[in-house]
């Protein structure tokens, strides 16, 4: 089926200013039950932006690659959803990030969770899924009986579901998440059930109103999760569980990730830094704790896989309080390694951030892109993890498009970020 360009007079304005290349090509945006929606494949082309008006479809055996630059910009008030039944590439590059927004008009302080487009669904039939380089902002609208999400059977399936910014449902798929940005979400950034997955080099940040967490893992998933940053998420930056009975068994290996000011907006016990439940296996090395909501917590009711390991960990806190609630034992449900760094008393292992208040609020969900969370040069930190666990992508996860990703070596120090270059 050949489907119709559309063409604003908003983009044909933007077009004018920026000099970008046309876009929307294949895309229908004829009324469909109140709403625009239409199948989309094949490239779109660097720097070019594309205003979705309604939902979009990658079809099933199709393919779409976003190359660098490119702006997909949402309408507020349709809030579409981005559905992959095929396969997503999203190409960006550090100077030239991929970006999927809404107009400058809707990036305000009122709209920080976002809820004005939904957020990308990817279909148990999507083999591959690449975001690299990639913005998602402003998204995690609640899905109605008219979502085509809901429609269609994907993510819960029902209305009132706030969407992740990410949901992929292959447990033979491939997922790659790596140097991106996720923020300005209404909950979970990413709901992941199965896969063979890398999530690298990423940031999260303000984020989940009432819940939410940064990167949700279920049974199913083979993942490398390293070198993230994730800031004052709701919830958790990791949860991690074996629920929902798929092959195989979920197993994360989690290392050099950073966690600042996690947890403390959820009132109830879930709120955390990592989370583990139901069985699921899970290594934990050279992770940062600093100021979040208690550090790696188990559920007593549904407990992890025995063969768990988490060791190499280091906490900092810069209040009694905080200090005390990640103490191993804590409530029966903090655990922890015989090599943590893990002090006492207020104010311990200080990590040295280059640039960041370490006494800033932990209920504050608002992130100073100025901040600079690289070590300073005299940081305890360095060269206190180890590089003794092995991980599931050493040698990458190849795509069909000929691109293979690593999941990178781990570092001798704890933490995301070693000092700056």
């Given at each position: 089926?050949?489907?119709?360009?559309?063409?604003?007079?908003?983009?044909?304005?933007?077009?004018?200013?920026?000099?970008?290349?046309?876009?929307?090509?294949?895309?229908?945006?004829?009324?469909?039950?109140?709403?625009?929606?239409?199948?989309?494949?094949?490239?779109?082309?660097?720097?070019?932006?594309?205003?979705?008006?309604?939902?979009?479809?990658?079809?099933?055996?199709?393919?779409?690659?976003?190359?660098?630059?490119?702006?997909?910009?949402?309408?507020?008030?349709?809030?579409?959803?981005?559905?992959?039944?095929?396969?997503?590439?999203?190409?960006?590059?550090?100077?030239?990030?991929?970006?999927?927004?809404?107009?400058?008009?809707?990036?305000?302080?009122?709209?920080?969770?976002?809820?004005?487009?939904?957020?990308?669904?990817?279909?148990?039939?999507?083999?591959?899924?690449?975001?690299?380089?990639?913005?998602?902002?402003?998204?995690?609208?609640?899905?109605?009986?008219?979502?085509?999400?809901?429609?269609?059977?994907?993510?819960?399936?029902?209305?009132?579901?706030?969407?992740?910014?990410?949901?992929?449902?292959?447990?033979?798929?491939?997922?790659?998440?790596?140097?991106?940005?996720?923020?300005?979400?209404?909950?979970?950034?990413?709901?992941?059930?199965?896969?063979?997955?890398?999530?690298?080099?990423?940031?999260?940040?303000?984020?989940?109103?009432?819940?939410?967490?940064?990167?949700?893992?279920?049974?199913?998933?083979?993942?490398?999760?390293?070198?993230?940053?994730?800031?004052?998420?709701?919830?958790?930056?990791?949860?991690?569980?074996?629920?929902?009975?798929?092959?195989?068994?979920?197993?994360?290996?989690?290392?050099?990730?950073?966690?600042?000011?996690?947890?403390?907006?959820?009132?109830?016990?879930?709120?955390?830094?990592?989370?583990?439940e139901a069985t699921v296996r899970a290594d934990l090395y050279n992770n940062l704790f600093a100021n979040t909501r208690?550090?790696?917590?188990?559920?007593?009711?549904?407990?992890?896989?025995?063969?768990?390991?988490?060791?190499?960990?280091?906490?900092?806190?810069?209040?009694?309080?905080?200090?005390?609630?990640?103490?191993?034992?804590?409530?029966?449900?903090?655990?922890?390694?015989?090599?943590?760094?893990?002090?006492?008393?207020?104010?311990?292992?200080?990590?040295?951030?280059?640039?960041?208040?370490?006494?800033?609020?932990?209920?504050?969900?608002?992130?100073?892109?100025?901040?600079?969370?690289?070590?300073?040069?005299?940081?305890?930190?360095?060269?206190?993890?180890?590089?003794?666990?092995?991980?599931?992508?050493?040698?990458?996860?190849?795509?069909?498009?000929?691109?293979?990703?690593?999941?990178?070596?781990?570092?001798?120090?704890?933490?995301?970020?070693?000092?700056?270059?």
């Open positions: 089926m050949k489907f119709k360009q559309l063409l604003t007079a908003a983009t044909i304005a933007l077009m004018a200013f920026s000099g970008c290349q046309k876009a929307n090509i294949d895309v229908d945006t004829s009324p469909q039950n109140g709403s625009a929606m239409g199948e989309v494949s094949g490239v779109w082309a660097k720097n070019s932006v594309h205003e979705i008006k309604g939902d979009i479809i990658i079809p099933e055996g199709k393919s779409l690659t976003i190359e660098e630059g490119v702006t997909v910009l949402m309408d507020a008030t349709a809030k579409p959803e981005v559905v992959v039944k095929g396969n997503l590439y999203s190409l960006g590059t550090a100077g030239n990030p991929v970006k999927f927004t809404v107009s400058d008009a809707y990036r305000t302080p009122d709209n920080k969770f976002g809820k004005l487009w939904g957020g990308i669904l990817a279909a148990p039939t999507c083999a591959e899924l690449v975001l690299d380089n990639t913005i998602l902002e402003y998204g995690g609208n609640t899905t109605s009986d008219a979502s085509t999400s809901v429609k269609m059977g994907l993510y819960k399936a029902t209305a009132g579901e706030n969407l992740p910014a990410l949901w992929f449902s292959n447990v033979n798929g491939k997922l790659v998440v790596t140097n991106s940005i996720i923020r300005n979400f209404q909950e979970d950034c990413t709901y992941i059930e199965g896969g063979k997955i890398i999530f690298a080099n990423n940031v999260f940040y303000t984020t989940g109103v009432t819940g939410g967490e940064a990167m949700n893992f279920k049974s199913g998933c083979l993942a490398d999760v390293g070198f993230n940053l994730v800031y004052s998420c709701n919830t958790n930056a990791l949860k991690l569980s074996n629920s929902g009975d798929r092959n195989p068994q979920a197993y994360i290996i989690a290392y050099n990730n950073t966690m600042v000011n996690t947890g403390w907006r959820r009132p109830t016990a879930k709120g955390g830094s990592v989370w583990l208690f550090g790696i917590k188990r559920d007593p009711k549904k407990v992890e896989d025995a063969r768990s390991k988490n060791d190499y960990n280091w906490y900092y806190g810069f209040d009694q309080t905080t200090v005390n609630q990640f103490q191993v034992g804590k409530n029966d449900v903090v655990t922890g390694g015989t090599h943590d760094v893990r002090g006492t008393t207020a104010g311990d292992n200080d990590p040295k951030f280059i640039n960041y208040p370490l006494s800033n609020a932990v209920t504050s969900p608002d992130f100073n892109t100025a901040w600079d969370f690289h070590l300073q040069g005299n940081s305890p930190v360095l060269g206190k993890g180890t590089t003794g666990f092995t991980r599931f992508y050493k040698t990458g996860i190849v795509m069909s498009n000929g691109i293979t990703y690593t999941s990178p070596e781990p570092a001798t120090y704890m933490g995301a970020y070693g000092t700056k270059l």
